[in-house]
């Protein structure tokens, strides 16, 4: 079984402050993890993903984020915030033994404050 | 890059009206799973096929829904009859099960019953 818990459903941030949007997982297996990013009135699209290499992964916009399997988190960090990285954000786990099968979070919804 | 194409992408229609959805998922993915995003419920799985096949349907309401892949370029969801309750944006997504490139989405239907 697997599971993800977005902590904080609405961040809000001052352009060029640091964005942090927090990622809990749970996994009976090694995970697959990802991050996506869904824009106003578009579908979702990948952000990043974490496969078992390097635990910080980098993608694309300035984000990145590190695979902290002590903690079992995903956190997607963004030095300086853009108004355009105003968006939802989906975390995503899979075992990839399921009929590649990912479970999402709620989503977080990030404004940027001009 | 590779897309996975939704029609219609606007849809209305009176209660009591079939709606279907079309999906064509990128070439050579083997997995379609069908999503409803709404405010109150968020991101919400409805059903999902491997190799044309389908492995779960439990996300969806069985009177009404019925999802199909007539072929392996082609999926469709169907409600017969529709209600104002399924107003909802219908995302599809695709992948290739075993790897670990994320889920490809449509940029999605929005349905409005009314």
């Known amino acids: 079984a697997q599971s993800v818990t977005q902590l904080g459903s609405h961040v809000s941030v001052s352009e060029g402050a640091l964005v942090l949007l927090r990622c809990n997982y749970s996994?009976?297996?090694?995970?697959?993890l990802f991050w996506y990013v869904q824009y106003p009135n578009q579908g979702l699209q990948l952000l990043l993903k974490?496969?078992?290499?390097?635990?910080l992964v980098k993608g694309i916009n300035g984000f990145e984020a590190e695979f902290k399997k002590s903690e079992t988190s995903f956190h997607l960090t963004k030095p300086s915030a853009h108004m355009s990285d105003a968006a939802e954000y989906f975390c995503?786990?899979?075992?990839?033994?399921?009929?590649?099968?990912?479970?999402f979070g709620d989503g977080t919804t990030l404004t940027v404050k001009p | 890059d590779a897309r996975v194409t939704q029609t219609p992408r606007h849809k209305v229609t009176e209660m009591g009206q079939e709606v279907t959805m079309r999906c064509q998922p990128i070439l050579g993915h083997n997995t379609v799973f069908w999503y409803r995003q709404t405010m109150m419920q968020g991101l919400e799985l409805l059903a999902y096929f491997r190799n044309r096949a389908p492995l779960d349907d439990s996300g969806m309401p069985k009177d009404r829904f019925s999802a199909e892949m007539p072929d392996a370029t082609l999926a469709t969801l169907k409600i017969q009859p529709s209600e104002p309750r399924d107003s909802a944006v219908y995302f599809c997504?695709?992948?290739?099960?075993?790897?670990?490139?994320?889920?490809?989405f449509g940029s999605g239907t929005r349905l409005t019953v009314v």
């Open positions: 997504a695709s992948v290739l099960t075993g790897s670990n490139y994320g889920y490809t």
């Open positions: 995503a786990v899979s075992d990839n033994t399921n009929a590649g099968k990912s479970t």
């Open positions: 996994s009976s297996v090694p995970p697959y």
């Open positions: 974490y496969t078992s290499a390097a635990t």
